[in-house]
């Protein structure tokens, strides 16, 4: 959902919030002309959105926040390695070069086409995800329930999209579109497993947010972060701490971090998003650009200490 700042226009912001018809036209609007701008220059369509989100002007001279510094090496910084791992099949193979693959969750096929995908020969659950975007995904809790032309549908449309011109996400740019079919991690219910996003700097783990209650159809989740060593949660968000809900330690927490810091070392930035179900841990993806790159969420105290953790490199072109 496209987000505003309230002080910048309330009243407005209201009628937009008021009517679900009347976001979803501003959201479509807005993307036609994003979209418009990347083709010009992915940097109109990051200065645009910023302006749009947070109303103010775009310091790609001097970037500070960590949103900001997030669009600058996305803009400017165009490391090979973070196309490949943006690719949901490129990414296997990087992990598995490393000596990770024993992390990634089952492959049951690869697809070129949607008409390539036979049902009769899947699983009763099973995850079907398009390669060069996000969120475009489908579980499949129960194969005799799915709606399997509605599902075709959904990946016809995914497979036509460039997800690179949505939020101007330079790295998705000349990902093959490809469809992955992956075994469902099954935590025993009809929501996906708890997500444990361990965000990397230079390398190294800082903290770590816990994502819970997502169910299949894309129910709203709770973010919760935590320390490093997991002591304590951290006020990262506006919307404050939330001590009733302390989530305990997974089992696999010190291999998720042996693992992120491996595959972290050659980035400015990177967050990687694991699961563990039966005390297992699995790697989801590897998310250069959260959020798009602008987090509204963030305090500004937090936005500008994360900012300062970032060590800009010289740009890299493409």
Same mark, same amino acid.
């Given at each position: 959902m496209v987000m505003v700042q309230e002080q910048q226009a309330p009243g407005v912001l209201r009628r937009i919030k008021d009517s679900p018809a009347v976001e979803r036209l501003y959201i479509a609007v807005f993307r036609v002309i994003d979209a418009l701008l990347y083709q010009v220059s992915p940097a109109l369509t990051a200065r645009s959105r910023y302006r749009r989100m947070m109303g103010r002007r775009l310091p790609l001279d001097r970037p500070v926040t960590f949103d900001e510094k997030l669009i600058w090496l996305m803009l400017y910084w165009h490391h090979p390695l973070k196309?490949?791992?943006a690719d949901k099949l490129g990414m296997r193979s990087y992990v598995e070069g490393l000596g990770y693959g024993h992390l990634l969750v089952d492959l049951l096929g690869v697809y070129e086409r949607v008409s390539d995908i036979d049902?009769? !020969?899947?699983?009763?659950?099973?995850? $079907?995800?398009?390669?060069?975007g996000s969120g475009y995904n489908i579980f499949c809790l129960d194969k005799g329930k799915l709606d399997t032309d509605q599902a075709l549908r959904r990946l016809h449309r995914w497979m036509g999209q460039n997800y690179a011109r949505v939020h101007g996400e330079v790295q998705?740019?000349?990902?093959?579109? !490809?469809?992955?079919?992956?075994?469902? $991690?099954?935590?025993?219910?009809?929501r996906l497993p708890s997500d444990y996003k361990l965000h990397c700097f230079h390398g190294k783990v800082h903290f770590t947010t816990v994502c819970t209650g997502r169910d299949v159809r894309g129910g709203c989740a709770q973010y919760d972060h935590y320390d490093r060593d997991w002591q304590k949660q951290l006020a990262i968000s506006k919307f404050g701490l939330h001590p009733e809900r302390w989530h305990v330690q997974p089992e696999s927490y010190a291999t998720m971090i042996e693992a992120a810091e491996a595959l972290s070392k050659p980035f400015p930035y990177v967050r990687?998003?694991?699961?563990?179900?039966?005390?297992?841990?699995?790697l989801g993806e590897m998310t250069f650009t959260p959020t798009g790159c602008?987090?509204?969420?963030?305090?500004?105290?937090?936005?500008?200490?994360l900012g300062g953790m970032i060590q800009l490199p010289e740009r890299l072109e493409r």
């Open positions: 196309t490949q791992c049902f009769t !020969r899947l699983p009763d659950r099973f995850v $079907l995800k398009c390669t060069h998705y740019e000349g990902i093959q579109p !490809r469809i992955l079919c992956e075994s469902f $991690l099954d935590s025993g219910s009809d990687m998003d694991f699961y563990c179900v039966g005390g297992k841990p699995y602008i987090d509204t969420g963030y305090t500004d105290e937090v936005q500008a200490q």
